[in-house]
């Protein structure tokens, strides 16, 4: 006897990933080097400004896609009083992706 859900199996659509121009514009970035979010997200708004995404986006984006791996952090000077942490960037290892 067949499952019901058979006859289902090809109509279904695979699902599309989201973001995949701004992670394809971040991977031809990271090909240079390592860059931390600050870097990546000044390149993004001077070659592509009416579509970069904003620096919550872009850091939330980094750290959940496989792409991308953290290799550090820098401490950095904020305009008023203290500092805070920058994370950097590079591309994951090819072997550890499942494209």
Not at 17 to 31: A, D, G, S
């Amino acid at each position: 006897m067949s499952n019901i859900f058979d006859a289902y199996d090809d109509k279904i659509k695979p699902k599309k990933r989201r973001n995949i121009n701004t992670i394809n514009r971040i991977i031809k970035l990271l090909e240079e080097g390592n860059k931390n979010t600050r870097e990546i997200h000044a390149h993004l708004h001077e070659t592509w400004p009416r579509w970069c995404p904003n620096m919550r986006r872009l850091s939330n984006l980094l750290a959940k896609s496989r792409e991308f791996v953290e290799t550090g952090k820098e401490k950095a000077q904020s305009n008023l009083s203290g500092t805070y942490n920058l994370s950097i960037w590079g591309l994951a290892n090819e072997a550890g992706l499942d494209n």
